[in-house]
């Protein structure tokens, strides 16, 4: 029997009280003010490197985002500042023409204190359709999307500063941090037996349980026979590649890698110093924890390591599989900490879930049946789908309850600056 898509969003959109709905809305947006609190207007505005975002900007386009897809489609509406549209649209094209990305450090106007008040007046904007009953099902649906979006940004706003802060020659803190000790946890090997596991997650809004549209369609797959090591390779395991000449030895890495470990004189994980003793930390500089969770490294670089010690880069499907009803056990943005830290564990896979993003040797791309999301939406994970990689697990930036076993983030092989560290596998002897 076809069910409209109307009748989906307003099956699922009824299982989400409004009350519950607006009271994580004002969370989550409060969040992402309190973590630009400790900078300054001039903090604000910088943008390191055109990957990279202001601060300032990520405020103003996860507004923009509410206010274009939750308020503007109702009648009549007119929206807060029109002239705006341009700057903090982000690559949305069917919408309209985007300031762009490599510039939008450029935009000292409008200034922070102006980006508040639009956060505010958006804020309440929303408050008054939630207070009047006119959130109807796709506005829900679409407020629900911008909630896990601006949690994505929350990540992103501490990563960009980050960068740069240590860009600039003072390399000033974010702020104050408190990160605990890391205790020890032996290097172990968990086999897994050949087997056909479901991955993926059930399509939103059909699914009552939110996942983004390139988590699905969930589907069977079958996973060879291999093992996975039980926590990410740490700080000490790291230093011992670089002692070995791993930066200095092309047959650990891939071609495009090498070119650029050479171009970019790369020699150690960025915000390693170059005695290999310290990292620049939100925190400003701290000793280099070696029990902790190696993090900053691009995929070439995980790549690498993985090869440098016999071992390889799990798939997306191998750690999925391992990942499956096991508890979020890692570091979140939540714990404050700000930065990874490793844990002990009674047994079995530990910290698959927080501290460090996970390369995967896996290409992001569609799975089988999938689907973008209807309408401009539509944009939001499907066109990236070439030249990038999986990601899996989460961060100390991410935000707790976040990710999902199924989540699939994804950069480019090249990036540096997310909290991404890496997992070996191996197959199966």
């Known amino acids: ?72 489609p109702q009648p009549g509406y007119r929206p807060l500042h029109a002239d705006w549209q341009l700057l903090f649209n982000s690559y949305y094209t069917s919408v309209g023409p985007a300031h762009a990305r490599a510039r939008r450090g450029l935009l000292s106007r409008p200034s922070l204190a102006q980006v508040l008040d639009y956060r505010a007046a958006v804020d309440e904007r929303i408050a008054a359709r939630f207070a009047a009953g006119t959130m109807d099902a796709e506005a829900r649906r679409h407020l629900i999307l911008g909630l896990q979006h601006e949690q ?31 205790t020890v946890l032996p290097l172990g090997w968990i086999d897994s037996a050949e087997r056909i596991v479901e991955v993926g997650a059930g399509a ?13 369609p969930r589907h069977r797959v079958l996973v060879p026979a291999h093992r996975l090591a039980n926590r990410p390779v740490n700080n000490h395991e790291y230093r011992g590649f670089i002692e070995a000449g791993g930066y200095r030895e092309p047959r650990w890495w891939l071609s495009q890698g090498w070119e650029l470990c050479q171009a ?29 969770p190696v993090c900053h490294l691009g995929y070439y670089e995980a790549d690498a390591y993985a090869r440098w010690a016999g071992a390889r880069l799990p798939t997306e499907f191998e750690w999925e599989a391992a990942a499956a009803g096991v508890p979020l056990d890692g570091h979140f943005a939540d714990d404050d900490h700000l930065h ?25 791309a569609p799975y089988p049946g999938f689907q973008p999301l209807p309408g401009s939406l539509g944009e939001y994970n499907g066109k990236f789908m070439c030249g990038q990689y999986v990601l899996r697990g989460g961060s100390c930036a991410t935000p707790r309850g976040h990710v999902r076993a199924s989540y699939r983030n994804f950069f480019a092989p090249s990036a540096r600056w997310q909290f991404a560290g890496l997992r070996l596998a191996r197959d199966a002897a």
């Open 1 to 72: 029997m076809h069910i409209s898509t109307a009748a989906l969003l307003r099956s699922t959109t009824a299982r989400t009280a409004p009350a519950s709905l607006a009271q994580r809305f004002s969370a989550v947006r409060a969040r992402s003010v309190a973590l630009a609190a400790p900078l300054s207007a001039e903090d604000a505005m910088v943008q390191s490197m055109p990957d990279a975002s202001p601060a300032k900007w990520h405020l103003a386009h996860t507004s923009w985002f509410f206010e274009h897809f939750v308020l503007a």
């Open 152 to 182: 994505q940004h929350q990540e992103l706003l501490l990563t960009d500063i980050k960068h740069a802060l240590w860009c600039n020659p003072l390399q000033p803190a974010y702020r104050e941090l408190q990160v605990p000790a890391s």
């Open 204 to 216: 939103w809004p059909q699914h009552a349980q939110f996942a983004y549209d390139n988590e699905s």
């Open 264 to 292: 970019e004189g790369w020699r150690q994980p960025l915000y390693w110093d170059a005695q290999c003793q310290r990292e620049f930390t939100l925190g400003g500089w701290r000793a280099l924890d070696p029990h902790a």
């Open 340 to 364: 990874p830290c490793g844990a002990a564990a009674a047994g079995g896979m530990a910290q698959l879930f927080g501290d460090v993003w996970e390369w995967t040797s896996s290409a992001y």
